[in-house]
């Protein structure tokens, strides 16, 4: 099974506006799981229109400590995600700046594991405390 991304960086909104010109751009974003924020998180960098073809399990955004989001930015990306199941809760964005390191693995055989070094991601069966297991 693919686990599909979706990761622009730099590029920023108008590139992405630019390619939801595209059919074949937009048939792929049925797929993703992942979305990785453009620009960290910031402002010029969020597409509102994208979100027309996909909605992802969770967002990522990669920002330092010095890089806050803005809170409305924030809830417009909490928005667009399904989220995923925590003890109650559901998980929908994750921030490099407030979780730490990002890391997504799938060892064969087991589930879809996220984990990070700041944030400790609870779900009813996990192998380490601050790793979320999943299957997709």
């Known amino acids: 099974?693919?686990?599909?991304?979706?990761v622009f960086t730099q590029l920023g909104a108008r590139c992405e506006y630019?390619?939801?010109?595209?059919s074949s751009f937009r048939e792929h974003l049925k797929q993703v799981i992942f979305f990785v924020a453009s620009n960290h998180g910031q402002e010029n960098g969020y597409c509102q229109?994208?979100?027309?073809?996909?909605?992802?399990?969770?967002?990522?955004?990669?920002?330092?400590?010095?890089?806050?989001?803005?809170p409305e930015?924030?809830?417009?990306?909490?928005?667009?995600?399904?989220?995923?199941?925590v003890f109650?809760?559901?998980q929908k964005l994750?921030?490099?700046?407030?979780?730490?390191?990002?890391t997504i693995s799938k060892p064969p055989g087991k589930q879809l594991q996220i984990t990070t070094s700041q944030r400790i991601l609870n779900k009813d069966s996990f192998q380490n405390s601050n790793s979320l297991s999943r299957d997709l």
Not at 1 to 6: G, N, P, T
Not at 76 to 81: T, V
């Open 94 to 102: 994750l921030t490099t700046r407030d979780h730490g390191t990002i």
């Open 49 to 70: 229109d994208i979100f027309d073809y996909f909605q992802p399990e969770l967002v990522i955004i990669s920002n330092k400590f010095n890089q806050p989001i803005q």
């Open 73 to 85: 930015i924030e809830s417009k990306y909490i928005s667009h995600a399904k989220g995923l199941k």
């Open 88 to 90: 109650g809760g559901n």
């Open 18 to 22: 630019s390619l939801l010109d595209n």
């Open 1 to 6: 099974f693919l686990y599909a991304f979706y």
